[in-house]
């Protein structure tokens, strides 16, 4: 479990306080830009200094760990790319967290990237994912992944992160993706925590999802 | 010339373009003051290029490492006005501020003062290339490597393997500069004779006649390199 208690944050005027955040399965932090999502989550994966308050995982304090120590998977808003092959790219983090790829890879379906050497912008982000993985994070830190991705990406990516066991922090402002991920729905409004709520529409909105799936429904006509 | 499979047009646009450019510019010098190529110009060509090298070989480095720290920080943005300073000042300026370290090393007039004049007027372009491209990859790279664990020079590897281009780029933008350096020469190494003191002082002994060969060398040669940064910043963008 990551616990984020009495987190401050003070950028000149503007500040963002968390009194306490527990994020047990699939958190998602929904709110407008601006709100402070993406520095709430900088600040948990210790890539900006908080004015006060602890980050917490599992039960030990991390808050004054470094970035690269910090036992968190982070993707970051829009689509990173590294140059190198996916397959290169799955073997180079996997030595480096003295973990195997194929497994994990199997597991999620993507056997798929390791035989291309373009990805497109979603199949970027699935391997991004993957890699995180291969870290074996305590916790997950998903900055809009889905932002700029089309739908049909879109659903890829939304399915992985809805198959994840791994608690995860999912910061978005779009509340369909929120309703479809979502065991809990944390609404931020500048800078302060609404409140958090269960997500008890999940069901009814996985049903209607297939609804919007134009792309497949019009396929079948 | 080939992208993506088809000639790129733009590329031999600006090599057209180019070509008409040089014949413009070295004309009316052919014409008024004729081209009496001189056999120790080209010497002199080569002990210049040598020492651009050896310049650009301590200055790629350090490029790299400064570019690097610069991009993702907001100090950089502080920061990098205190490198470019000697872009925006005259060079002779620049030999007046390089003198006194000159002259305590007693280094006048040798090939090491040529080197640290070199190394001090193109570092500025090294570091702006290099910074650029960096932040033009953007942060979250950055950000994505360090929460992975990656740190200090496989952080900076990654980078290089990203921005192959860019290295290349840096090390052609700032050999140039460094070759074609004059006014930092005029205060702290007139010797070893480099190209600009070659062309300063035949032009002041002989005359305009005596440099128009040497000039229109320089140009095409500045025109060729300009055309590879060119086909390098195609083959980053695309």
Redesign the interface.
């Known amino acids: 479990m990551l616990e984020i208690r009495n987190l401050v944050i003070v950028r000149g005027s503007w500040r963002l306080e968390i009194e306490l955040l527990r994020v047990r399965s699939k958190t998602v932090l929904l709110g407008r830009n601006g709100a402070g999502k993406s520095t709430l989550l900088k600040a948990i994966m210790g890539l900006i200094r908080p004015a006060e308050g602890k980050i917490v995982v599992n039960g030990r304090d991390i808050s004054d760990l470094a970035v690269e120590d910090r036992p968190l998977g982070y993707i970051p808003q829009g689509v990173v790319r590294l140059a190198m092959t996916p397959r290169d790219q799955l073997e180079y983090f996997s030595k480096l967290h003295g973990t195997d790829y194929k497994p994990l890879i199997s597991k999620l379906g993507l056997e798929d990237l390791l035989r291309k050497r373009n990805l497109s912008v979603g199949e970027s982000q699935l391997l991004a994912i993957a890699t995180v993985l291969l870290k074996n994070p305590e916790a997950l830190l998903m900055d809009e992944p889905c932002a700029n991705l089309d739908w049909l990406n879109k659903k890829l990516v939304l399915n992985l992160v809805k198959s994840l066991e791994t608690p995860i922090l999912y910061v978005t402002h779009d509340p369909l993706e929120a309703l479809l991920i979502a065991d809990e729905i944390a609404l931020l409004e500048d800078g302060r925590l609404r409140g958090v709520y269960p997500n008890e529409w999940r069901e009814k909105v996985r049903r209607d999802f297939e609804l919007y799936d134009l792309y497949e429904r019009l396929k079948t006509r | 010339m080939v992208c993506g499979g088809a000639v790129d047009r733009i590329l031999l646009l600006a090599v057209a373009v180019s070509m008409a450019y040089f014949i413009l510019l070295s004309l009316p010098a052919v014409i008024v003051f004729g081209a009496t190529p001189s056999p120790s110009f080209f010497w002199i060509v080569a002990s210049t290029a040598t020492y651009a090298t050896v310049s650009s070989l301590i200055v790629l480095p350090i490029s790299f490492i400064l570019g690097f720290a610069l991009a993702f920080r907001a100090s950089g943005s502080y920061i990098m006005p205190l490198i470019l300073f000697s872009t925006a000042i005259p060079h002779t300026a620049l030999g007046v501020l390089l003198a006194p370290t000159v002259f305590s090393l007693k280094i006048t007039d040798t090939a090491a003062a040529v080197v640290l004049g070199m190394f001090v007027v193109s570092l500025p372009i090294g570091v702006g290339v290099m910074r650029a491209s960096f932040a033009a990859q953007?942060v979250?790279?950055e950000?994505?490597l360090?929460?992975?664990?990656?740190?200090g020079v496989r952080l900076q590897w990654?980078y290089l393997?990203?921005s192959p281009t860019s290295v290349i780029l840096a090390a052609l933008l700032s050999w140039f500069r460094a070759f074609s350096e004059l006014g930092v020469f005029l205060i702290v190494a007139q010797r070893p004779q480099t190209v600009g003191i070659y062309i300063f002082e035949e032009f002041l002994k002989n005359g305009p006649t005596a440099v128009v060969s040497a000039s229109l060398v320089l140009l095409a040669v500045a025109i060729v390199l300009t055309l590879v940064a060119v086909m390098l910043e195609r083959a980053r963008n695309p």
Do not use: I
């Open positions: 953007g979250e790279l950000e994505f360090r929460s992975m664990g990656v740190r990654f393997r990203a």
